[in-house]
Nanobody
Framework: QVQLVESGGGLVQAGDSLRLSCLASERTFKTMAWFRQAPGKEREFVAAISWTISTDYADSVKDRFTISRDNTKNTVYVRMNNLKLEDTAVYYC????????????????WGQGTQVTVSS
C-alpha cells in the first residue's frame, strides 16, 4: 500500500526557514502537492509540482516557498523562507495521478501531516 510520509516540521521563529520532505513509498505520482490546515480553518492549497516540474503556488506563499521534487527518490520538498506567524499550520503532502490542481478533493493520497509552528 502506497503511503506518503512527511517530515521536517518544527517550531521556528518568524523570519526563519524550514524544509519539509514527503516520501512516497513504492512509486512516484504525476502531481505532488502541499496543503496546510491551521486551527479552526479549512485545509488550503500551498503549492504543487508536476512530473515535468511545472509548479503552482498560492499567492500567500509565492516568492517565499519553493516546491521541488526528486523523482529518483520519490520525494517532494517544500522550502519555506521568511516564515510568518500565519504560516503556522499542519502541513500535508498529497498526491494524484492527474495534472496539478488546487482542489484538495482531487487528490487521491494524503500523508499524516507535520506541524509547523512559527513564533514571534
Amino acid at each position: 500500500q502506497v503511503q506518503l510520509v512527511e517530515s521536517g516540521g518544527g517550531l521556528v521563529q518568524a523570519g526563519d526557514s524550514l524544509r519539509l520532505s514527503c516520501l512516497a513509498s513504492e512509486r512516484t505520482f504525476k502531481t505532488m502537492a502541499w496543503f496546510r490546515q491551521a486551527p479552526g480553518k479549512e485545509r488550503e492549497f500551498v503549492a504543487a509540482i508536476s512530473w515535468t516540474i511545472s509548479t503552482d503556488y498560492a499567492d500567500s506563499v509565492k516568492d517565499r516557498f519553493t516546491i521541488s521534487r526528486d523523482n529518483t527518490k520519490n520525494t517532494v520538498y517544500v522550502r519555506m523562507n521568511n516564515l510568518k506567524l500565519e504560516d503556522t499550520a499542519v502541513y500535508y503532502c498529497a498526491a494524484r495521478a492527474g495534472p496539478t490542481v488546487r482542489d484538495a478533493n482531487a487528490y487521491d493520497l494524503w500523508g499524516q501531516g507535520t506541524q509547523v509552528t512559527v513564533s514571534s
